[in-house]
């Protein structure tokens, strides 16, 4: 639990970083660019994550191998899984790539994104956007070793260059007056970038020699053989695929519904109640090599304390923000954007059901925790999205919040109790006649 409380030390010091360079950064977008731009700017710089799925689930592989392994400086295994990981990666970059490219040269950006996407140059800043990401997918390896090695602080440390990198971006475009008003998203990507790097570096130096020789044997594809990886891949791919389309189109289904007004409120909500959920979700995979670690020796490792502590941990994060949220939103927008009610209590409700489902999830990082996940998060897909088309007309900007929430709690924090309750059981008992003497023993006959 010290790696938890590190992480979470770590993430706050980025997050008071990141929350003040960021509402620097916000107001600099709405006050030189215009409510539009800072509408788009939301929109492009949040929506790959619709596609964590990018990485095809390996991060489940990577992370498993490195935290199990005795000696992962040495291990064969973890070096043939770095190896397997780069080379898919490599592949799956490139073909986002090259669809940002195909999707930018055919017109289509207005068509999947609707009517926050601004009119002069929003196309191609969502091509670039994309094409980033996909260039600098195979540089996230570093992130995943690190949080393996139970260095999930340092991975959260290396953050805290995205939000001065922004400030100094966009405030010298400002000073500048550079039109770049439909390109500001691209530059948080070039940012994200910069941390990914900055894992790999650090990751290569605390693996040593393995990374480096993992790299060297990536062409290497006859000679060297990678390991089988669909066994974890595929369950954390269905749900890196389902869960984005369940909890990020939000800002799509209010572009296509309600226009630019309703998504600004949405962006600037979601802006500073990420905040809070960034904290938790660092803090939460904290706990992925925990469990790992625990699995590979045999020990029992019950997520019950870390539930009940990160439900109250988000529940209080998220009520003092929401406490003081006029007061930021006024200073961010300078009066133009206003959350009502409705939007604060929902993400109160949020933050706390998103906060007790981390330590469950965490613990259920093996096959068979993976797999049993899949179905409710796939049904989580078509509850959250009826239920945010039917509550925008109702609460406006909160009802994808409210919408999601509910479906948190029905397709994810009660079947991941219910699972972890049973599993739990059943490892006690198989450690407890383990542990029992053997009847036809020496013992039995004393």
């Not at 990507?189 to 790299?215: E, T, W």
């Not at 409210?402 to 924090?413: D, K, M, N, P, R």
């Amino acid at each position: 639990m010290a790696a938890v409380g590190s992480t979470a030390v770590a993430k706050i010091a980025v997050m008071g970083l990141s929350g003040v360079l960021g509402i620097l950064t916000s107001r600099l977008i709405i006050e030189h660019f215009g409510t539009a731009a800072y509408a788009q700017y939301g929109l492009l710089s949040t929506f790959t994550t619709l596609l964590p799925f990018a990485d095809l689930g390996l991060a489940a592989v990577i992370i498993n191998a490195v935290a199990g392994s005795s000696s992962p400086r040495t291990d064969d295994v973890v070096r043939r899984t770095v190896v397997t990981s780069l080379r898919v990666l490599i592949v799956s970059g490139g073909t986002i790539a090259l669809v940002a490219t195909v999707v930018t040269l055919a017109g289509w950006w207005p068509t999947l994104l609707g009517e926050g996407l601004l009119p002069d140059g929003g196309a191609l800043a969502a091509g670039l956007c994309l094409a980033v990401f996909g260039l600098v997918l195979p540089l996230t390896v570093g992130q995943r070793i690190l949080v393996g090695l139970g260095r999930t602080s340092t991975q959260v440390a290396s953050q805290s260059v995205v939000a001065p990198f922004m400030v100094l971006a966009i405030g010298s475009a400002v000073m500048l007056a550079a039109p770049i008003g439909s390109y500001l998203a691209v530059i948080s990507y070039v940012a994200n970038a910069l941390v990914s790097v900055i894992c790999l570096v650090v990751a290569a130096r605390a693996l040593s020699p393995q990374l480096g020789g993992a790299v060297r044997l990536v062409p290497r594809v006859r000679s060297y053989r990678g390991v089988p990886v669909v066994g974890l891949a595929w369950p954390m791919l269905v749900q890196m695929i389902a869960l984005p389309v369940a909890m990020q189109t939000g800002r799509l289904l209010l572009s296509h519904l309600a226009g630019p007004d309703e998504l600004a409120q949405y962006n600037l909500a979601s802006q500073l109640f990420g905040l809070v959920l960034q904290t938790i979700a660092a803090a939460g995979v904290a706990l992925w090599p925990v469990y790992a670690r625990a699995r590979a020796a045999g020990r029992v490792e019950s997520p019950a304390v870390p539930v009940a502590w990160f439900l109250l941990g988000g529940l209080a994060l998220g009520g003092a923000l929401a406490a003081v949220s006029p007061w930021v939103t006024g200073f961010v927008s300078g009066g133009q954007i206003r959350l009502d009610g409705w939007m604060l209590g929902a993400f109160v409700v949020f933050v706390g059901l998103q906060a007790a489902k981390y330590p469950l999830g965490m613990y259920m990082t093996d096959r068979a925790g993976l797999v049993f996940q899949v179905p409710p998060i796939v049904l989580m897909v078509p509850i959250t999205l009826g239920l945010s088309w039917w509550t925008i007309d109702l609460f406006g900007a909160a009802g994808p919040v409210l919408a999601t929430a509910l479906a948190v709690l029905l397709c994810q924090v009660l079947p991941n109790l219910w699972y972890v309750s049973r599993d739990l059981a059943r490892r006690r008992a198989e450690a407890d006649r383990a542990a029992a003497p053997d009847a036809s023993g020496p013992a039995a006959g004393a």
